[in-house]
């Protein structure tokens, strides 16, 4: 038996790995085509633009359950996408991430916040998915 397993062996698996990598790499790509001073909207039309182009299923605006809570995107079904475009997070951005997570039913959420100098998203698993 090996001494030093692969880091990878207890590291649990990512949820949705290819699309989550996918989205990301699109809001990678709208950071650097309009900076960190942009509006949101503005973020989400070209954010919008790459899915069309992808041919990947989403919604956008997306009311989560009765609650009147509008989540930005829900990408196939699958990831919350929150952006954010302010000096920086605060524990009520997470909250607002979580609660969407919680009503939609959905594990995971992407957190992005396109106001900072290099881009960090976040990946929020739903509470009680862990």
Excluded at 27 to 48: M, P, S, V
Excluded at 63 to 92: H, M, P, Q, Y
């Amino acid at each position: 038996m090996d001494a030093n397993p692969p880091m990878t062996a207890n590291k649990p698996d990512l949820l949705h790995p290819e699309l989550s990598y996918t989205v990301v790499g699109h809001c990678f790509n709208t950071h650097n085509e309009l900076g960190r001073y942009a509006r949101e909207k503005q973020y989400a039309d070209h954010i919008e633009s790459q899915l069309i182009h992808d041919g990947i299923l989403y919604e956008r605006e997306q009311a989560i359950g009765d609650s009147g809570n509008i989540a930005d995107f829900v990408i196939a079904d699958t990831i919350v996408l929150e952006l954010k475009a302010v000096r920086a997070l605060t524990k009520e951005h997470y909250r607002q991430l979580q609660n969407y997570l919680q009503q939609s039913g959905l594990a995971l959420g992407l957190l992005v916040n396109f106001r900072e100098q290099y881009l960090k998203p976040r990946r929020i698993l739903r509470a009680n998915h862990l």
